[in-house]
């Protein structure tokens, strides 16, 4: 049955802010709005997501875990088994664990089902947490968390805002979202209704919307509170400062002492059943269930993201990945239409090239057939000069003024790309009251807080408080260094080893192919090389995303925000070198450090590889292909297939588990909120979904000259990405933790070198990599023909060589370069060497001044947004100044207190 059976979609739904577009007549979906309660639903029944003696108590958090016991038939009754140590200290763990979230202000209730396997009967135990309102009051003001204020002094501002679109938006988008509702760019409605909103304050709670209400704060934000108090809550009975391993719900997942914690769910992710309903009966949708169909149907590929529910469901970093993602794969839409003309282009160019043909016609020299020199110091043989034929095809159909363009086009459009993007963040970040959010703001993380001595404390002037803070440790930095080094080390050893591989490959083919595989020698030695060089890459990935978490929980940062940048920045350096390393060499060293048949260029006695005529350009492209294409299948068969294998495994383990009180331990099914968001898997951060894209992003951008369809196929893969992606979010994740922030953080600097690096890349590709330099100069000098090009490209060898029957004899063969008698540089190979430094300097000068002079131009914030966050600001502080005046009364006294402990050490010490 087809979703326009199911629901009249004409028209779509529009869920406005206050209004209750949740009960819509006919087989409309109901749609909540973003705060409100679900009310009972006969196809689900959503008070199993409240506790079962208190149905006022909304479960905000789960937590589960295993244990072990026996039926004792004697007794007629089970006792958990306590056969070691670490099974009694997991349960003292986890009373004192429970036993200081309960002073906290925690509910919490407990569900049991149990398991035959065997003699023993496994028991799996459920940990249902509700924050209370006091205690959600006081760790929201600790958290600053931002609430609406009932006063909106802003409207005048606001109503002058006007939208900012393209040409592009209106025209192509406009078009593509006629007719629903939903789906147009719900940025700019929420412009039109955005209010003001201040950091939450107890003894200012009635200055906030709806502060008395039970849905005050939302599902997200009652998750990220408590979240919050699990990793700052201690289980053990004298928690000592300094030892920040008895602290924390991390440790006590890293120990077996819980199995899981997560937030659940609203409801289920699949429509409800309309069958046998009369057509004015009311159907309503969980957030769930509506960004299931509206957002990751995979029918909707082409239509605007629901960010604002998303942001609501999911918290504000996925929000955020999402809208970047969503604005890089529209931006893509140019530079994929204008690759692709390029790429036709460049294909047309190969019909009637004469470096082509004087390579792949055996009779362009006559009867003389040409011998290229030997790849390999032994059992290499010669090479006719047609056997090249298929790697300078490719070659030369990027050796044209096309692809000179192309490079030019990116590089304006990368700083477009950002530019624009910078724009667009903080107007979500203003929308999302998050634009005034710093990372001084950002409270320190509970892992760090505990390692402070009671005085290891700074005064902050952006919150006007106390906080915990300690001296970076040198050690630790150096330490942390170091591994990175030694890992990129490992890095360029593993490259070292398929080049050494790729050299040994081609002897053994080229010794033992015959017929006609011989003259693919060195493209079967290129692909198994490359094939093999794509498993090392995501093999090394694996093991150093692991070693780079322990290295940075061991540094111990104080924000959540400074370790997150931190890891990424290690992670990102290894993956650079990993991903990109093999296109550097093959760019840059394998074609112009390889010597001459006179004075090979060695490395640790192994002579280096060299490209044939034509250059190494058409063996770059080639692996690009591999690589780039390879990695964008294998990430999205990994993203899709490995959740849905676990949560199978998951369900495949629980499905057995029978309720604990039940003495006839009859089976059930999975019907409980709880049991079914544990068997999905779970996603830990964002890192690996920025990395895939930023990765993409640099081989769509640094080496197009060589591959100038990139941009076609990142923006395929990401139409794929954005809804595999929901999917994986909606169904087959568990619900993430909410977290704050008002940017993609570290990741825009990160693109912002990478486009720096794309436009010296492509100059050097342009310049030495490819001929493109060459034969234009060659042209210039030789009215303008390429007739004779080939020939005045190849230089003499003289002396022992194998030849093309193995034998060994002494005589000549060609190689490709400009050298006169002996391997000397020809006055010609002085002359091109000038000309390509003199294009890399003119092309990087130009292009680099002209991205310069659009990031000047163009604002990072529009003019009036940020009339209007300052307006938001000084609204805010002005209303809460009352909080303020008491909070430095208060810091003063502490300010005082820590002075005198301070010099009551000193005095000791």
């Not at 079962?52 to 007629?76: H, N, T």
């Not at 958290?143 to 009932?150: N, S």
């Not at 939208?163 to 938006?169: K, T």
């Not at 390029?342 to 043909?357: L, M, P, Q, R, T």
Request: glycine share 4%; charged share 25%.
């Amino acid at each position: 049955m087809s979703d326009s059976d199911v629901f009249n979609l004409e028209g779509g739904v529009q869920a406005e802010e206050g209004v209750d577009a949740g009960h819509l007549s006919g087989f409309t979906p109901s749609v909540p709005s973003e705060e409100q309660e679900p009310p009972p639903a006969e196809d689900y029944d959503y008070s199993l997501h409240y506790f079962r003696a208190d149905p006022e108590k909304r479960i905000d958090f789960i937590l589960s875990y295993r244990e072990v016991i026996e039926d004792e038939e004697e007794c007629g009754e089970k006792t958990p088994i306590q056969k070691t140590g670490k099974e009694l200290d997991a349960k003292k763990k986890r009373r004192i664990f429970e036993e200081n979230l309960e002073r906290k202000g925690m509910c919490i209730e407990r569900e049991t089902y149990d398991k035959n396997e065997g003699s023993d009967i496994k028991r799996i135990v459920y940990v249902k947490i509700h924050a209370t309102k006091d205690c959600l009051f006081e760790y929201a003001e600790h958290l600053q968390v931002k609430k609406l204020l009932k006063i909106d002094p802003m409207k005048i501002f606001r109503d002058e805002y006007k939208e900012e679109r393209s040409w592009f938006d209106w025209k192509l988008f406009s078009t593509l979202h006629r007719g629903e509702k939903f789906y147009k760019d719900e940025i700019w409605d929420e412009m039109k209704n955005h209010k003001i909103s201040a950091r939450f304050a107890q003894n200012k709670a009635e200055r906030f919307i709806n502060y008395d209400e039970p849905g005050f704060f939302t599902t997200g934000e009652r998750a990220y509170i408590v979240s919050y108090i699990l990793e700052e809550t201690p289980f053990s009975e004298e928690n000592k400062s300094g030892q920040k391993d008895n602290v924390g719900i991390g440790y006590l997942l890293q120990d077996d002492v819980y199995s899981s914690w997560f937030p659940l769910h609203d409801g289920p992710y699949e429509l409800p059943s309309v069958e046998d309903r009369p057509e004015d009966e009311k159907v309503f949708l969980n957030d769930r269930q509506v960004l299931s169909m509206f957002w990751s149907d995979w029918g909707r590929w082409f239509k605007y993201q629901p960010l604002n529910r998303c942001r609501i469901y999911f918290g504000d970093t996925v929000a955020m990945y999402f809208a970047w993602l969503g604005f890089y794969t529209k931006l893509l839409i140019v530079p994929a239409i204008v690759g692709t003309i390029v790429f036709c282009y460049d294909i047309y160019s190969i019909i009637g090239n004469e470096v082509v043909e004087a390579i792949c016609n055996p009779h362009y020299f006559g009867n003389n057939t040409i011998y290229i020199c030997p790849a390999c110091d032994e059992e290499c043989k010669v090479q006719p000069l047609t056997s090249f034929c298929s790697l300078n095809r490719i070659a030369n159909a990027f050796n044209n003024g096309g692809s000179v363009f192309f490079a030019i086009f990116i590089s304006f459009w990368s700083a477009f790309f950002l530019e624009f993007w910078k724009r667009y963040q903080i107007t979500l970040a203003f929308l999302w009251s998050k634009a005034d959010f710093l990372d001084a703001q950002e409270p320190a993380r509970p892992e760090y807080a505990v390692t402070c001595e009671e005085d290891d404390v700074r005064f902050n002037p952006i919150t006007l408080r106390f906080e915990p803070y300690r001296e970076p440790s040198i050690f630790k930095t150096i330490t942390a260094v170091s591994v990175v080094i030694i890992t990129v080390f490992v890095v360029i050893i593993t490259l070292i080893s398929i080049i050494i591989y790729k050299i040994a490959v081609y002897s053994v083919f080229d010794h033992m192919a015959s017929g006609s595989l011989k003259p693919y020698a060195s493209t079967l030695a290129s692909v198994t090389g490359s094939t093999i060089q794509l498993i090392a890459i995501t093999v090394l990935s694996q093991v150093y995303a692991w070693l780079a978490e322990k290295i940075t929980l061991w540094e111990n940062f104080r924000t959540e925000t400074e370790y997150q940048n931190n890891l990424t920045v290690k992670r990102f350096i290894f993956e650079f070198f990993n991903y990109y390393g093999s296109c550097f060499y093959i760019a840059f060293v394998k074609g112009n450090f390889a010597g001459t048949p006179y004075n090979y260029t060695r490395l640790f006695g192994i002579r280096l590889d060299s490209c044939g005529p034509g250059g190494c350009l058409g063996e770059l492209a080639e692996n690009l292909a591999i690589i780039f294409l390879g990695k964008q299948i294998l990430n999205n068969f990994q993203e899709l297939i490995i959740p849905m294998m676990t949560s199978w495994w998951s369900r495949r383990n629980s499905n057995k588990y029978q309720a604990g009180t039940d003495k006839e331990q009859i089976a059930i099914t999975m019907t409980t909120p709880w049991e079914a968001d544990n068997d999905l898997a779970e996603q830990e951060n964002l890192f690996p979904e920025y990395l895939e894209m930023v990765i993409q992003y640099g081989f769509a951008t640094m080496f197009v000259v060589a591959f100038p369809i990139a941009p076609l196929f990142a923006l395929i893969n990401n139409v794929v990405e954005i809804r595999l992606d929901a999917k994986k979010y909606t169904e087959l994740f568990k619900r993430p933790i909410p977290i704050n922030c008002m940017s993609i953080g570290i990741w825009y600097g990160i693109l912002d070198y990478m486009a720096s690096i794309a436009i010296i890349t492509n100059a050097f590709v342009i310049a030495f990599t490819s001929d493109f330099i060459s034969q234009i100069l060659w042209k210039y000098n030789h009215d303008n023909s390429l007739s004779t090009y080939v020939e005045g490209h190849l230089s003499t060898f003289s002396g022992e060589i194998l030849d093309i029957e193995g034998n060994l004899v002494n005589d000549t063969c060609k190689y490709w370069d400009y050298r006169l008698e002996h391997g000397e540089a020809s006055l010609w190979w002085w002359k091109l060497k000038a000309v390509q430094f003199i294009f890399v300097v003119v092309f990087e000068h130009f292009v680099f001044t002209i991205v310069r002079l659009i990031d000047l131009l163009i604002p990072d914030i529009p003019e009036k947004l940020e009339a209007l966050i300052h307006l938001e600001d000084s609204f805010a502080r002005e209303m809460m100044k009352e909080v303020i005046e008491i909070d430095l009364e208060k810091l003063e006294d502490i300010r005082n207190r820590v002075k005198v402990k301070k010099r009551q050490r000193q005095k000791y010490d």
